[in-house]
């Protein structure tokens, strides 16, 4: 099986010092790129990620504050990995939901503002995972690959898994088609705005709000009836991404 691309595809994954998107940092990320001849490239790299990794986290990837305190920082690899990057769709393992929103605030945080993961279609293995079988990302490779996921948590190991199981879903499921845009719409479960899901398309392709007290309803009428609602999220502690798109809905250019 080869996917037919007609763009390169990025496959990958994140270890981080924590789980929350807009304060954690990324400590790894490896990211295999597959070409649409075919070729594979692989890179790997440790992130310096200037705050404390937290015990749970280290817990789950083993990576320690003294095994990244040499190792760069990522405002220092930005626009080299953007630049890597660009062209590429995105495939991942539940990347929709913590691997892309969180690479993008990295980008956001390092000043590169023209890297818009928006532009390209996104294929989440684990959302055609769950609507084919309902289940980790070690039980879809067992599932699929019938293999046993070695290193688990290790950034390497986990892309190149989800690599592996993109592929055996095509062999495996006739009604896939092996093509990116159909995959991406296929695993995308929300229309989300904002990477984080605060602010959703509703069923009219109206940006609404999908938290709080005012979920469900669209965000220009909220920001015209509650002007201070803008301030408060702006002060909040909500990721980048969402206060720029927040601040573009405002303007009028969403």
Known sequence: MKLKLKNPILFFDIESTGLNIATDRIVEISVVKVHPDGEVETKTRRINP??????????????SDEDVKDCPTFKQVAKSLAQWMSGCDIAGYNSTKFDIPLLAEEFLRADVADFDFRK?????????????????????????CGKTLENAHSAEA????TYEILMAQLDKYPELENDVNFLAEFSTKTKNVDYAGRIVYNDKDVPTFNFGKHKGRPVKEVLVQEPSYYSWMMNGDFTLD??????E????KR
Do not use: C, N, W
Request: glycine share 4%; aromatic share 8%; charged share 20%.
């Open 50 to 63: 200037t705050i404390p990794i937290s015990p749970e986290a280290q817990a789950v990837h083993g990576i």
């Open 120 to 144: 390209r279609k996104l294929v989440d293995v684990q959302t055609i995972f769950h609507k084919m079988e309902q289940r980790t990302l070690s039980a879809a490779y067992k599932f699929y």
């Open 249 to 252: 809905i405002h303007l009028g």
């Open 242 to 247: 969402t206060k720029k798109v927040l601040t």
């Open 158 to 161: 986990d892309t190149l898994a």
